[in-house]
């Protein structure tokens, strides 16, 4: 169960840590890290996926002005999101580096400073899919002790490779039939595993199942399996076994981590729903182990959404207090679900507590961000036709301010929220009065989102759906 102070407090702890030189995330200490300095070790800075650190990144109004941009070439697109190591043991000396995977599963360590390649991961079987639908949007992530990152890629596989040289430890296949079931969304580090989700690909050609998978980061075994569709079934099943398909979990967010405890949310999209072992169109917490479900909650007109193509999991569960879950859909509508009344494996089928439309009133695709600032806490939710803020207060969201500018997933870093607009450009905001302060340049892209991190904003930029084989990672850095 969710504790309304917990979250608060191990925020305030990873500041009393970065001081001691550690950073933490996920409930785990990932190495030792300079005291003035700090990781961005997966999507969304923690496993909670608040987007938003507490500890000061460097960017701020008085120096936004006078960033300097690099266009660092790479060998495929990333459309996903960076993650950063300072000071990592690459090659036998120290580099602050960014780790991205492309579109078509290779991995790179790009060097902060200077944004040369330090090394750079492919699979064997690259050329297989290489320019084909099957791609990947999956964030990396980093292990604990900082010299290990886990990938994903289309041939179903999760990748350990190496900080230090990107040379491959284990590979695990994650799905029975990759052509069929995408690893979409960012792997997380929580509680000593490893944990993915998947979804299908564009067309939502049957069959696929979305599933949650927990594996051991040192053997890359295979611990545990939940299944949206057929429940029942705790193994990795051919898709073509169950007798359901569909039930993606595909939000950008993916796994959402309570960092009180390591029970993991995810929402699923359209698929069959009956509350025993179906669950399209749901939201699920289920304990640390995915092992079994500790509560959940489906709409009442899931049936209607599921026939309409209107996913409740377009986006991933936002954690709003020790009470409140906030989840957005593709059906133009932000739900505020009270968890205390939705916890157990009885199905909870209704209306939600609250319900605002999205920012444009649009398909929301985004992972929205939460910000404590003092007592406050503030929700950003961008989508193709807006970007708006909001305070959270008693099972509420009292909307703060807005404008019609599209984006992908916002960022707060230091009192401003960066939201990268993929037609062109990543705007910055003032946090609280919604102010733009500039709209960094860079090119059109996808799901791609910034990350603010060092004195740094590293922000991939390209569209995985075009199927290149070449991109742009843009890197912005104080003069």
Known sequence: MLRKKAPLMGRAMIV????????????????????????????????????????????????????????????????????????????GSK????????????????????????????????????????????????????KYIYAAAPDGMIRKLSVADGQLVWRTAITKLPPREKIASPLSYSNGHIIAVTGGYIGDVPPYQGHVVVLDPKTGALLHVWNSLCSDRHVLMDPRSCKASDSAIWGRAGAVIDPTNGNIFVATGNGPWNGKDDWGDSVIELNADATKILGNYTPQDTHHLNENDLDLGSSSPVLADGRYIVQGGKDGYLRVLDWQRLKGTKPHRGRASFRVRTPGGAKLFTAPAIWQSGSATWLYVADNAGTEAWTFAAGKLHRQWHNDHGGTSPVVADGLVFVYDPEGGLRVYNAKSGRQLAKLPCGSGHWNSPIVVDGRIALPQGNANAHRTSGVLNIWRKH
Do not use: C
Request: aromatic letters at 10%.
């Open 16 to 91: 009393l840590v970065l001081a001691a030189g550690l950073l933490i995330y996920g409930g785990e200490a990932p190495g030792a890290a300079a005291a003035t300095h700090a990781d961005w070790p997966t999507f969304g800075w923690d496993s909670a996926r608040t987007s938003a650190p507490d500890v000061s990144m460097g960017i701020n109004a008085g120096n936004l002005h006078s960033l300097q941009r690099q266009q660092v070439k790479i060998d495929g697109t990333v459309d996903s999101s960076p993650i950063y190591l300072h000071g990592a043991m690459v090659k």
């Open 95 to 146: 580099h602050d580096v960014f780790f991205v995977t492309t579109t078509y599963g290779k991995t790179l360590a790009i060097d902060a400073d200077s944004g040369a390649v330090l090394w750079e991961f492919s699979p064997k079987d690259y050329s297989k899919y290489e320019g084909s639908y099957r791609i990947t949007t999956a964030t990396p992530v980093a292990g604990p002790g900082r």
